[in-house]
C-alpha cells in the first residue's frame, strides 16, 4: 500500500521509557520498578481522566504519576528532585532501530508523522533530543481534544490533519491498547511487538504485527 | 452522618479476587501470577472498552481476559478449563470482615447496597455463595449504562435509585481509582485500603480512609 503518511506513537514506541532508568538511578537502587510504577501510573492517570471527563495535560499527569511511584517504592524525592527527573521525558532515548526506520522509510518517499498522548512541548524537546526532528513532518498531541487514547477522536486528529480515510494512514504503535483502539477507529496499524507480549484479546486486531520497525518499509512495499 | 445507604463496591471490596487463586491452582503452579494478570486485564478491557465506547459485559471481558493470562503464563487451556475458571466469579470469597461488619451496619439501621461493573447475574450468584444475598438490599450493576467505573454514569446510578443527592451517600470501595472517581461524582466515599496502597495523586481525595470494613459503622455513627 501507498499511505498518504506513517503515523507513530512516541513513547514507548519511537522513544525507549526503560531509558528513563538511568536519571532514576540517582533516587533508588531499583530504577527499573520505578520507571515500571510511573509509566503504569500515567497511563492509569490517563485512562482515569478520559472516563472521568476531568483532563489534565500529560506533563501533569506524569508528575502525579511519580509521585505515586516514590511513595510506592518508599522514596522521600525533595521537589527539585521531582521537577528534575520529571523533565527527563524530555530526553527519553530513541529505541536502537529508529533512526534507520525512519531513513529508509524518507528514502522511500513516505511522510513520517508522530500521534501522543504527550504534549506539544515535551514531545517536540523529546523529538529534538533524540535527532528526529526532521523526520517527522507533523507531531499531533492529544492536548488539542483534552482526551486520551484510546478515545476515537484522538485517532480522528490524524485523519483531519491529513484530510483522508483511516484506511489509508498507516498507524504504527507497541502499545497493545493503541493498537487495538486504533484498529477500532479504522485506521491501517502495525503493532510492533516489542516486548513480545500475547495479542490482546478485546479490540479489532492489527493489519500487521512486527518485531521491529526496519520491518515496515518492505512490509508497506510489498 | 446518617447517609441514605452504604454502598458498597463488589469484587475487590467485598469479595477477595485473590481467592480465585484455589480454583487456579488446578491449572498453574503460580496461581496467585495467573489471577493478578487476569485481574489486571480484565481491569484494563473495561476501561478501554469505555474510552473506545466499545461496551461488552463484564463476563465478557472477564473471559477475554482470562485468554490474554493464560496466554502470558504459557498456558494451554481447552475451552472447557477457561469456562469453568471463569464461573469461579460466582464463587468468589468474601473477605473475612464482610459478615461482621454488613451484620452492625444492618443492626444500626443503615441500608446497604451494592454498584459493580460485574454483570448482574454474576454478581447475584457471588453474593449468594458468599451468604450475602440477606444483607444488600439493592444489586447496581454498569450493564444498564454500558459504560464502567469511573464513568459518572456508573455513580449516576446510585442517586437515581435512592432519590437522593451524591453527598447523601455512602460508598465503599477498596479500589483507588474508584475512590477518586466516586468522590469526584460527589459521593461520601469510604476508601478501604486493603492492599496498604499509597494514596492515589489524581482526582479527588476520598472523605475517609479504613483498613478493614468493620471500621465504618462507628466512622458513621461519630
Chains 1, 2 share one sequence.
Not at 510504577?37 to 511519580?66: S, V
Request: charged share 20%; net charge negative.
Amino acid at each position: 500500500m501507498k499511505p498518504k503518511a506513517v503515523i507513530f506513537d512516541l513513547f514507548g514506541t519511537l522513544l525507549d521509557i526503560a531509558s528513563l532508568a538511568t536519571a532514576a538511578g540517582k533516587f533508588t537502587r531499583d530504577p527499573a520498578a520505578l520507571v515500571a510504577t510511573w509509566r503504569e501510573k500515567q497511563l492509569a492517570y490517563a485512562f482515569a481522566a478520559t472516563i472521568m471527563g476531568r483532563y489534565e495535560d500529560f506533563d501533569a499527569l506524569t508528575d502525579r504519576a511519580l509521585s505515586f511511584a516514590a511513595q510506592r517504592h518508599g522514596l522521600d524525592m525533595g521537589d527539585r528532585a521531582w521537577e528534575a527527573l520529571g523533565a527527563e521525558w524530555e530526553r527519553v532515548r530513541p529505541f536502537v532501530d529508529v533512526p534507520a526506520a525512519l531513513t529508509l522509510l524518507r528514502e522511500r518517499g513516505y511522510t513520517c508523522g508522530v500521534l501522543t498522548n504527550g504534549t506539544p512541548k515535551t514531545a517536540a524537546a523529546a523529538l529534538a533530543s533524540a535527532g528526529l526532528t526532521a523526520e517527522i513532518e507533523t507531531t499531533l498531541s492529544v492536548d488539542s481534544v483534552r482526551v486520551y487514547k484510546p478515545d476515537r477522536r484522538v485517532y480522528d486528529l490524524a485523519t483531519t490533519h491529513y484530510g483522508v480515510p483511516a484506511s489509508e494512514l498507516v498507524f504504527v504503535t507497541a502499545n497493545g491498547w493503541d493498537a487495538t483502539g486504533a484498529a477500532e477507529f479504522g485506521l491501517h496499524v502495525i503493532w510492533c511487538n516489542r516486548a513480545q507480549a500475547p495479542a490482546e484479546t478485546f479490540g479489532a486486531a492489527p493489519a500487521a504485527v512486527v518485531s521491529t520497525l526496519t520491518e515496515i518499509p518492505a512490509l508497506l512495499d510489498a
